[in-house]
T-cell receptor
Framework: GENVEQHPSTLSVQEGDSAVIKCTYS??????FPWYKQELGKRPQLIID?????GEKKDQRIAVTLNKTAKHFSLHITETQPEDSAVYFC???????????????FGSGTRLSIRP | DAGITQSPRYKITETGRQVTLMCHQT?????MFWYRQDLGHGLRLIYY???????DKGEVPDGYVVSRSKTENFPLTLESATRSQTSVYFC????????????????FGPGTRLTVL
């Protein structure tokens, strides 16, 4: 089945610097790659996603890149701010086999801390 | 996010007891999912449902039962709770994007923190 590996498990960066989180997936049929942010005690919330027909997507300070050949994708956060401190999860789809349904397999998460 | 709710938010139970966690969504999304979240494991899929009366196992289904008699509700039952089922449980829902087989965004409920003593 699909497996998603995420690195690093913890990341500490100085405020204003950039942060990069990397994920690899195993199923070459995966076609949708969302990133979720989870603040302490809160639910995961989608921050950006990318589909397999594009290589890069950007939304203000957040960007995601996808390398289908190597089966890896990355989250880039620039000009980090204290409110970026959270746990970030990558995910990849696993096709369920009927209709257009998919289930999402999550990475194990990265705890990002922004140092003031 | 107010469109998907979970109850109870916190639950303490004892080993061997039956527990049901409720999930309700108001968007009429076709797909609903149950995940458990444990330190070091991220989110793991327990069960999912593509529509009313259609359910299937995820990654860690053992010890859990689901049903979906109505589109908006997707209860998760622990038939005989064990300490290893102490976790935070998240329900999610989504609607498939039209055409192309693309998956759509999953929206998560606020979670239920379950402790089994």
């Amino acid at each position: 089945g699909e497996n998603v590996e995420q690195h690093p498990s913890t990341l500490s960066v100085q405020e204003g610097d950039s942060a990069v989180i990397k994920c690899t997936y195993s199923d070459s049929a995966s076609n949708y790659f969302p990133w979720y942010k989870q603040e302490l005690g809160k639910r995961p919330q989608l921050i950006i996603d990318i589909r397999s027909n594009v290589g890069e997507k950007k939304d203000q300070r957040i960007a995601v890149t996808l390398n289908k050949t190597a089966k890896h994708f990355s989250l880039h956060i620039t000009e980090t701010q204290p409110e970026d401190s959270a746990v970030y999860f990558c995910a990849a789809t696993a096709y369920l086999g009927y209709s257009s349904a998919s289930k999402i397999i999550f990475g194990s998460g990265t705890r990002l801390s922004i140092r003031p | 996010d107010a469109g998907i709710t979970q109850s109870p938010r916190y639950k303490i139970t004892e080993t061997g007891r039956q527990v049901t966690l409720m999930c309700h969504q108001t968007w009429s999304h076709s797909y609903m999912f149950w995940y458990r979240q444990d330190l070091g494991h991220g989110l793991r899929l327990i069960y999912y449902s593509a529509a009313a009366d259609i359910t299937d196992k995820g990654e860690v289904p053992d010890g859990y039962v689901v049903s979906r008699s109505k589109t908006e509700n997707f209860p998760l039952t622990l038939e005989s709770a064990t300490r290893s089922q102490t976790s935070v449980y998240f329900c999610a829902s989504s609607e498939p994007a039209s055409g192309g087989g693309w998956s759509d965004t999953q929206y998560f409920g606020p979670g239920t923190r379950l402790t089994v003593l």
